[in-house]
């Protein structure tokens, strides 16, 4: 950002109205490529009966159940296509938001630069180390941003951890009265 505004604070300006739109859309990406969600009962129920047949393929196979499990999963095959259309939409639309977004930013600020550069008199390359400063900036400050659940649990974890090594022991291991094992 502070190389952004020392190459070109009029440029600088102008992204930091669309910074927000560029960190939600950095924001977008990582979620959606990552996203876990949308796993709900069909998909586990799926996933159980194909682990089972296949971890106890013998046994299946001696009792002769192999029609059965085919069955049972064909049956919830159904409900799981239905929540990996349902899935795949809205992946694919925040995928194509935040696409539009960056693009969008790509093509406007060097519009606004070649408007700069003309009108104000700015050099090309101030205005574009503004521009690839404050992205780059963006894209991490939105990386960052997906990591910020993660960080509340790792310092719960580590107060939890501290507190359990800050504990005092209830045995005093330095009581001579204590009974010692006698090792055989």
């Given amino acids: ?19 927000p739109f560029m960190v939600f859309a950095s924001t977008l990406v990582t ?3 990552t ?15 194909f682990s089972e047949s296949i971890n106890n393929m013998k046994t ?3 009792l002769g159940k192999e029609t059965y499990f085919i069955k049972k999963y064909e049956i919830i095959l ?5 929540q990996m259309i349902k899935k795949g939409s809205i992946q694919g639309f925040f995928l194509g938001l935040s696409s539009f977004i960056i693009f969008g930013f790509f093509a406007l600020i060097p519009l606004v630069g070649a408007y700069l550069f003309v009108n104000e008199g700015i050099e090309y390359e101030k205005i574009f180390l503004g521009m690839y400063a404050l992205s780059f900036a963006t894209f991490d400050i939105g990386n960052a941003q997906q990591l910020m659940p993660d960080v509340g649990k790792a310092l719960a974890s580590a107060k939890n951890l501290f507190e359990y090594i ?19």
């Fill in 35 to 49: 996203e876990g969600a949308f796993v709900s009962g069909g998909l586990k129920e799926g996933a159980k009966i």
């Fill in 166 to 184: 800050d504990a005092k022991s209830e045995i005093d291991i330095e009581d001579k009265t204590l009974v010692e094992r006698k090792q055989i």
């Fill in 1 to 19: 950002m502070i190389i952004s505004f020392v190459s070109s604070w009029q440029l600088s300006l102008i992204c930091l109205g669309i910074f």
């Fill in 78 to 82: 159904p409900e799981i296509r239905k």
């Fill in 60 to 62: 299946v196979a001696n």
């Fill in 31 to 33: 979620s959606v490529a």
